[in-house]
């Protein structure tokens, strides 16, 4: 599998990446880093020490560092100010080098490259994405499929009404979303069904090595969001489509019209997700709705990442 990935590290960014380098048969054709938890200098520079401590190969790209057509909002509050949750500890390795070229311009000449065979997978606000279907008309045709976590048929994370990514840039998601792709909608509602909490953080240490003990103290940390609002358990936000296109199978996703919504004083970035049966007509997404049998879909991500940082 072809992949290509979008993303605003952002822990669970960085547990997505890792387990799509960790699945045998898959290339990753880059990585383009989006303003999103934080700034883009910090999300750019996440991203180029996730790759210097992973040793990783794939070129990392920087792209947008602001939203369409609103001021820039981040999820620091919550995340810390690395946008990571890391509960002070730090990244502490030198950052690899960025891959010259916007991440952009990276992305549409890597999907005209190879017409038809990229899975695009955005995990960040839909900026640069939107931003490439703007520049280039012809690159949703080219995609194999473009698959995102992001939006929420259950209402939302960063307001009553959206989830963060759609919230971050509704004017990105609204173009994606009206870009005439089918787009595989990965949102709140199915990352509830995908938790990680304690033992996945004792699973992930137990590999060993540095880089496993690194890892897991930051998974320690994106657990904790959950512990701070009373839950023993977090949802696995980005991950979630990773293991999607891994196991297909296990995933129900229903056909229907998602619009994004651009100017409701209390609900701006709602994912408005109309899954009746004559929406069918106007159908733009593919919208995950039921996981069968979570809870082991997240113990084989974890047994793979597991193996791939074991010392
Ligand atoms: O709402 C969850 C999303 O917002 C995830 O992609 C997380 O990384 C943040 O970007
Ligand atoms: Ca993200």
Same mark, same amino acid.
């Given at each position: ?25 898959? =290339?990753?054709? %880059? ?21 210097? #401590? ?52 990276? $992305? ?25 279907? $703007? #520049?280039?008309?012809?690159?949703? %045709? ?41 787009? =595989? ?18 699973? $992930? !240490? ?21 512990? !701070?609002? %009373? ?13 999607? #296109? ?23 970035? @709602?994912?408005?997700?109309? $899954? =009746? ?8 997404? @593919? ?5 069968? !049998? ?9 047994? !793979?990442?597991?193996? =791939?940082?074991?010392?």
């Amino acid at each position: 599998m072809d992949l290509w990935l979008d993303t605003d590290p952002g822990f669970d960014d960085w547990m997505a990446w890792l387990l799509m380098e960790s699945v045998p048969g898959w =290339r990753l054709h %880059g990585v383009s880093v989006v303003a999103g938890n934080a700034p883009l200098e910090t999300t750019l520079g996440n991203a180029l020490r996730i790759k210097s #401590l992973h040793g990783l190969a794939t070129p990392v790209y920087a792209g947008c560092d602001r939203p369409l057509a609103q001021p820039q909002v981040t999820a620091q509050d919550v995340l810390g100010i690395d946008g990571m949750a890391s509960t002070g500890r730090r990244l502490d390795v030198p950052p690899a080098a960025v891959s010259a070229g916007h991440g952009v311009t990276a $992305l549409i000449d890597a999907v005209r490259a190879n017409p038809g065979r990229i899975t695009l997978l955005a995990v960040g606000p839909l900026t640069n994405v939107a931003t490439a279907f $703007l #520049l280039a008309p012809d690159l949703p %045709g080219l995609l194999k499929s473009l698959v995102i976590m992001g939006g929420s048929t259950v209402g939302g994370n960063a307001t009553a009404a959206a989830e963060f990514n759609i919230h971050a840039d509704p004017e990105a998601a609204a173009q994606v979303f009206g870009s005439g792709t089918t787009v =595989r909608m990965f949102g709140l509602n199915i990352c509830k069904q995908l938790r990680v909490g304690d033992a996945h953080v004792q699973r $992930l !240490r137990a590999a060993g090595s540095d880089e496993a003990g690194v890892m897991g103290d930051y998974l320690d940390g994106y657990v904790d969001i959950g512990r !701070r609002q %009373g839950r023993t358990a977090q949802s696995l936000y980005d991950p979630t489509p990773v293991i999607y #296109l891994a196991h297909p199978g296990r995933f129900e996703l229903r056909m229907g019209r998602v619009d994004i919504e651009l100017s409701g004083r209390h609900t701006r970035g @709602m994912t408005v997700c109309d $899954l =009746r049966g004559p929406a069918l007509a106007r159908a733009n997404a @593919m919208v995950a709705m039921e996981a069968t !049998r979570g809870p082991e879909l997240v113990d084989w991500a974890m047994e !793979r990442l597991a193996a =791939r940082l074991a010392r």
